[in-house]
């Protein structure tokens, strides 16, 4: 729940209000005349942590936009500088929140990924960026009717001893993301080639791509810690694939043989 101002909403965010009365998270966002400089990140530019705080500082005039206090009981403050009404808005206070650090605290992660919906069931393409994330969910919507949930993003957490991939308005240059949470199916590790080829993916290299595609501040151990113990248990519980594909429907068709 957000107190404070009113802001522009982003289109992206209507799928995910709720009406629910008992919030998870509470933000109260003040504005304020003037936020006190730090030595810290005087000389700073953009997002900027110092001991648990974050700041965003403006490139041209290298001023402090915001800052962001995170309290006990999941009590959020921002203090938010009149002079830079025109930055206020949905996707600022997305970003500024840090959801992946807040959500890893109830053993939630996000994994950058493709996610599509293929008869009640989540895939999940992961690779790293330009390998074709988004065209392999092109074609199982083209090719066998799968529906694109997010393009960019799934939040992955377990419930009731399922794992589940949920949608999130993290949505990237996709601009596709819708609420849904399914169960996940498998996880698909996805590189280049010139022909396609499916194998069970090994341990090491499941685990390898979940810790570079979740987002997570590699500096801080705890939450080290905790993507790493999603990740073993993640990995034993749900099948993971390597996918080496062409962009065409055959990449589809043999996916779908070990599925």
């Not at 942590?49 to 041209?60: A, R």
């Not at 309290?71 to 025109?86: C, G, P, R, S, T």
């Not at 399914?182 to 010139?194: D, E, T």
Request: glycine share 4%; charged share 25%.
């Amino acid at each position: 729940m957000i107190e404070g101002p009113a802001f522009t909403e982003a289109a992206y965010l209507s799928p995910f209000r709720t009406d629910e009365l008992m919030p998870d998270i509470t933000v109260n966002v003040m504005l304020t005349e003037t936020i006190t400089p730090e030595e810290k990140i005087r000389d700073c530019v953009g997002w900027v942590t110092v001991e648990d705080n974050h700041f965003l500082i403006d490139s041209k005039d290298h001023q402090i936009i915001a800052k962001t206090i995170y309290n006990a009981h999941d009590q959020i403050q921002v203090f938010f500088d009149k002079d830079h009404l025109e930055c206020y808005g949905s996707t600022f206070l997305i970003r500024i929140l840090r959801l992946p650090s807040l959500l890893l605290k109830r053993n939630e992660v996000f994994l950058h990924s493709s996610f599509i919906e293929k008869d009640g069931e989540a895939i999940l393409f992961t690779a790293k960026c330009q390998t074709g994330k988004s065209t392999q969910a092109a074609l199982w919507e083209k090719h066998r009717g799968a529906y694109i949930v997010n393009g960019d993003r799934a939040l992955i957490r377990k419930e009731n001893g399922v794992w589940l991939a949920c949608g999130s308005p993290y949505c990237g240059t996709s601009k596709i993301c819708h609420n849904r949470t399914l169960p996940i199916r498998a996880i698909v590790i996805l590189s280049k080639a010139k022909e396609n080829m499916v194998r069970r993916a090994g341990v090491s290299e499941a685990f390898s791509s979940m810790l570079e595609g979740c987002s997570f501040d590699t500096s801080c151990m705890s939450e080290v810690d905790t993507v790493t113990r999603i990740a073993v248990d993640l990995i034993t519980s749900v099948p993971f694939y390597t996918l080496a594909c062409t962009p065409d429907v055959q990449a589809v068709d043999e996916l779908e043989k070990v599925l």
